[in-house]
């Protein structure tokens, strides 16, 4: 299985940004999808997470309302739009899969090698 991520940046603060993560090798509609993110000398954060389908999605309390995961199963491809970012959302970004169409906080097993973002103040 391989995750391609892509998308990533520097902008400023208020600005935005979509990141686009490709799998392959598994069954994409059938995969939730995650996005995590992660600051150098910090544990690995949640992000937000999409079910399989596309119909059930679950976002951070920290990314709510700027934030909105999405998926096209037709392109086997994950979405991140983040609008209105701040610099505390400066971060590598990872996709992640599981072999489960039901989204969650953890349990992914298969990761991307990561987009920086970079949000200027």
């Known amino acids: 299985v391989q995750l391609q991520a892509s998308g990533g940046g520097l902008v400023q603060a208020g600005g935005f940004l979509r990141l686009s993560c490709t799998m392959s090798?598994?069954?994409?509609?059938?995969?939730?999808m995650a996005w995590f993110r992660q600051v150098p000398g910090k544990e690995r954060e949640f992000v937000a997470a999409?079910?399989?389908?596309?119909?059930?999605?679950k976002h951070a309390d920290s990314v709510k309302g700027r934030f909105t995961i999405s998926r096209d199963n037709a392109k086997n491809t994950v979405y991140l739009q983040m609008n209105s970012l701040k610099p505390e959302d400066t971060a590598v970004y990872y996709c992640?899969?599981?072999?489960?169409?039901?989204?969650?906080?953890?349990?992914?097993?298969?990761w991307g090698q990561g987009t920086q973002v970079t949000v200027s103040s």
């Open positions: 992640a899969s599981r072999p489960s169409a039901a989204p969650t906080e953890g349990s992914y097993t298969y």
């Open positions: 090798g598994r069954p994409f509609s059938s995969s939730a």
């Open positions: 999409i079910s399989g389908s596309g119909g059930a999605t």
